[in-house]
């Protein structure tokens, strides 16, 4: 098998998988809707804090469910009031 051969295999294959994660995310559950009603008050909150304390982050690998990472380990953080928080 030559070279251009691979890279047309390598090609179809991204391809399939391509096709796969479409399908399996068309199967996923639909997201409940953006707004709920009641709404809160135009003036919520009005005053309040974050606070947390202790977070652990993991996720598991599409797939591999037995494989876990974790990405935070307890992680304590807290935010006053009239304050912007932001925790990508």
């Known amino acids: 098998m ?3 051969d691979r890279i047309r295999l ?3 294959e991204q391809s399939m998988v ?3 994660r479409v ?3 068309s199967i996923l559950p639909r997201e409940g ?4 009603e009641p709404r809160p008050p135009v003036s919520w909150p009005e005053k ?3 606070e947390v304390q202790n977070l652990v982050v993991r996720y598991a690998v599409w797939g591999f ?4 990472s974790v990405v935070l380990t307890r992680t304590s953080f807290h935010s ?5 928080s932001c925790m990508i």
């Open 48 to 50: 309040g804090k974050l």
């Open 2 to 4: 030559g070279a251009i």
């Open 80 to 84: 006053p009031t009239c304050r912007m």
């Open 23 to 25: 399908k399996e995310y």
């Open 65 to 68: 469910h037995d494989f876990v």
């Open 10 to 12: 390598r090609g179809l």
């Open 33 to 36: 809707p953006e707004f709920v």
């Open 18 to 20: 391509a096709l796969e």
